[in-house]
Structures are given as structure tokens and as C-alpha cells.
């Protein structure tokens, strides 16, 4: 118990910090142009959005990271079957922080009635000057979703009327290829990486 507490506890720091210095430059401009509105929670949210739900395939950053942080846990759990809850937790705790951040940023917002007051169509088309759109169609999580949505628009509003089977077919595509993919293959590549830690921890540091 006491070594999953450890590899668990390390995990878990890493992932602050991976977090944290592996911010896109993307989610750099996208907080030049949206956090004034929904304030410092907004980089948390986007932190751990970048973590949980960043195509490890296409981001190579989220897939070392996460490469890194399951295998130093498994490595100080040193054991096979003790690094998968570890892995476990450690991917359900990004997942709570995420929560966390984004609760932080937009419910103030909703409780206040401040998004009653906020022209967000106005925000959309108000871009600030030394905002790059380029590096935010482009950036992980949120340059996939728009562009799955941008290249829907012309099914969905096909003839001039909304297509409600194009409109499902998008909203499968961005939650299948978009979210539910990435976050399954980090889980696997957090828990592979954290069961080779336990092997290796294990065959120099035989458990007590």
C-alpha cells in the first residue's frame, strides 16, 4: 500500500507538471482571446484538457508525457498488478481536475447571470489582433472539434435546412474521434508504461 500511495502521489505531481510546461501554443492564443471573459480558471481547464483528451498519435508531447508519468509511478510501485489501479487513478484524477477547471471558469459566469450580458457571437467574431487562428485550429482537443464542426456545417445545413442525421453524425464524430478515442488510448499508453515501471522497479527492487 504504501508503494501505490508513493507511485500514485509522483504520478500525480508529474501530471500538475506535465500539465503545466506542456501547454500548446494554441491554448496560448486562445487564452489571449478568451480569458478576460472567463478568467485564470480558463488556462486550468485547458491544462487538463490538453492532458486527458490530446491525441497521443498526434501530439507527441501528450504521448511522451504520459509515457513518462506512468512509467515513473510503476516504476516506484514495482509491482505488475499494483501499477494498473495506480494508472487508474492517476488517468481519473486528470479527469477530476479538468472537471475542476472548468466548473472554476464557467460557473461563476452562470450563477453571476454574467453570460446573460456577454455577446458571445460578438466574442466569436471579435478576434484580437495578436490572436493566431491559425495556431488554434491547429492546437489538440479544441482544433479537432472545430474543424469536425466547420466541416459539417454544409451537411448539416444541407438545402438550406437543418439535417438532424448529419447533425448526429457530427456530434459522433467529434465525441468518437475527438474525445473518446484519445482519452482511451492515453489511459492504455498510462497503464502499459506504468506496468513495464512496475516490471523493471520490480526485477532491481525486489517488493518487501
Same mark, same amino acid.
Given at each position: ?8 502521489? =509522483? ?6 507538471s ?10 496560448? %492564443? ?10 485564470p ?15 497521443p +498519435? ?5 504521448? =511522451? ?10 516504476l ?19 479527469? #477530476? ?12 459566469? +452562470? ?7 456577454? %455577446?458571445?457571437?460578438?466574442i ?17 482537443? =479544441?482544433?479537432? #472539434?472545430?474543424?469536425a ?5 454544409? %451537411? ?17 464524430? =467529434?465525441l ?8 482511451? +488510448? ?7 508504461a ?8 520490480r526485477?532491481?527492487?525486489?517488493? %518487501?
Amino acid at each position: 500500500m504504501g508503494r501505490k500511495l508513493i507511485g500514485l502521489t =509522483i504520478g500525480f505531481f508529474l501530471t500538475i507538471s506535465m500539465a503545466y510546461f506542456l501547454f500548446p501554443t494554441g491554448y496560448t %492564443d486562445l487564452l489571449l482571446w478568451l480569458a478576460p471573459y472567463f478568467g485564470p480558471w480558463f488556462r486550468f481547464f485547458l491544462m487538463y484538457l490538453n492532458m486527458y483528451f490530446g491525441h497521443p +498519435l498526434m501530439y507527441p508531447t501528450v504521448l =511522451i508525457a504520459w509515457v513518462t508519468i506512468g512509467f515513473v509511478a510503476g516504476l516506484f510501485v514495482r509491482s505488475l498488478w499494483g501499477a494498473i489501479p495506480v494508472a487508474m487513478v492517476i488517468s481519473t484524477l486528470t479527469f #477530476i481536475m479538468m472537471l475542476v477547471g472548468l466548473a472554476a471558469a464557467f460557473l461563476p459566469l +452562470l450563477l453571476s447571470g454574467g453570460s446573460g450580458s456577454i %455577446d458571445f457571437m460578438s466574442i466569436l467574431f471579435t478576434i484580437p489582433p495578436d490572436v493566431s487562428v491559425f495556431n488554434i485550429l491547429n492546437a489538440p482537443v =479544441i482544433g479537432p #472539434i472545430l474543424n469536425a464542426v466547420t466541416g459539417g456545417l454544409g %451537411d448539416i445545413t444541407g438545402g438550406g435546412m437543418t439535417d438532424p442525421t448529419a447533425f448526429m453524425g457530427v456530434l459522433q464524430n =467529434i465525441l468518437l474521434g475527438t474525445l473518446v478515442l484519445p482519452a482511451a +488510448l492515453n489511459f492504455i499508453i498510462l497503464t502499459v508504461a506504468a506496468i513495464i515501471g512496475g516490471l523493471i522497479g520490480r526485477s532491481f527492487f525486489p517488493p %518487501d
